[in-house]
């Protein structure tokens, strides 16, 4: 069925569409989610609170739009509404434990090389916390999900050359904060 077959059928109530829009873009959100909060518990709780709020929302959906853009932007706001009730800052214990932040070789590398994998992977993680949760967002949207400036443009309501701006700003924080921390040399 056409996307835009099933969003009309589930703005109309049709249990069955609103089921197949959810297992269509429940990965795409919770992809989202996770690199935002950096949690997997909490990514969950996030997606599924957008997923509400986007199928209880779907009467204000304009269809000439895309969809997509539209529900990764319901995500990204309530990453960042949590990202702002937070007290304190995403503790990076435990970070790895679901395997999501691991790098998979073949063989496996010698303990030495993963050693050193993970203590970047954590530097990394650690100076992304350090970026506004907009600028986060970009970075995200732009580097892990491979989004064109135009998809960022219609998630987060930027301009294309905002966007390009908060990139190369984000870009020279972090390798400054990378060097800083003597992560990458």
């Not at 706001?77 to 998979?104: H, V, Y």
């Not at 294309?160 to 190369?168: G, Q």
């Amino acid at each position: 069925m056409e996307e835009q077959e099933l969003l009309r059928l589930a703005q109309r109530g049709d249990n069955g569409a609103v089921t197949q829009l959810v297992q269509t873009y429940q990965q795409s959100v919770y992809n989202v989610c996770y690199r935002m909060l950096g949690e997997s518990t909490e990514a969950e709780d996030a997606t599924q609170d957008t997923m509400v709020k986007a199928i209880t929302n779907l009467s204000s959906y304009d269809a000439s739009r895309p969809f997509r853009p539209w529900l990764l932007r319901i995500a990204s706001n309530e990453c960042i509404d949590r990202i702002r009730r937070r007290k304190d800052a995403i503790s990076l214990d435990g970070l790895g434990d679901d395997g999501a932040w691991e790098w998979k070789a073949g063989d496996g590398p010698n303990p030495e090389t993963e050693l050193l994998h993970r203590e970047r992977q954590a530097a990394v993680h650690d100076v992304l916390e350090q970026l506004s949760p907009a600028d986060r967002m970009v970075v995200q949207l732009f580097y892990w999900e491979n989004l064109p400036y135009a998809e960022i443009e219609e998630i987060t309501g930027l301009t294309v050359s905002a966007i390009k701006s908060r990139l190369f700003r984000a870009r020279r924080v972090l390798a400054e904060l990378l060097v800083q921390e003597g992560s990458y040399v």
